[in-house]
């Protein structure tokens, strides 16, 4: 795996080389498109404006138009030493708790992995973190943007997660959210009542994209039926729930889920048993 980005993190005095990985692995379906009258494949070209002729990648450059239309062409090199010590440094400005860092803020995770001759410091870091419970807050220049960031202690390792500015935020205070709703105790017991017995520990393992499979076997179905439209099911919108359904919805809810943890214990018991 390449480095995304090759640099170094500095705190107080301590300067550690790392490299930064991508942390992301998407798997989604890919789709091409086509024209739907000759089913021809739709291809997209870098055309001259001017000539209407296809250019190649290698004679393709950035430039920055003025207002008043006229340019400069920007080089990797400009992206470069326009901020030499940003382009090639994650200064972490401020630790603070782990707690206080909104998900709102998150973005893009990243790993950091030591560079040569930084492994002692690196793991000094990570382990002053995990021992203050902390998160380091900084910024890194990626390519053309610099972003807020995030480092943090994560298994073994550092993560660096890309942090959106609190300008990119929107406020809640344009939504349409209930000021006058209140709920009774009973609502609230129960509530938290089912909420504890849905309670376990985190496991993103168990949790797969079961939409993607379900497109895929329609995909298919269609190839089997020559790709023809496929009978249509009829589609029921949930109905919101009624105020006064909340107590006994609730109580079903909290029924149901206790049977289904009764039902999983049961068999284990019987094993135990039967050995």
Known sequence: MRPIWKGSISFGLVNIPVDLMGAEEPKELS?????????????????????????????????????????????????????????????????????????????????????????????????????????????????????LCAIMACSEGLALILLRYAAELRGMEDLSLPADVRTTKKELELAVSLIDNLSEDWQPEKFKDEYEDALMARIEAKAKAGDQDLSEEEITEPQPAKVIDLVALLKKSVKTKRSAQQETVQPKEQKRKAT
């Open 31 to 147: 789709f091409s498109l086509m024209d739907s009258k000759d089913h021809a494949k739709i291809k997209y070209r870098r055309i001259n404006a001017d000539t209407g002729e296809e250019v190649p990648w290698k004679d393709i450059v950035k430039y920055y138009e003025f207002p008043d239309g006229s340019y400069v062409t920007v080089t990797d090199e400009d992206f470069e030493k326009a901020d030499p010590k940003a382009a090639k440094t994650i200064e972490i400005e401020s630790f603070i708790a782990a707690d206080d860092l909104s998900p709102l803020y998150m973005e893009k995770p990243y790993y950091l992995v030591p560079g040569r001759g930084g492994e002692k410091a690196y793991v000094l870091l990570r382990d002053a973190m995990l021992k203050t419970d902390k998160i380091g807050i900084g910024r890194v220049t990626i390519r053309t943007r610099q972003s």
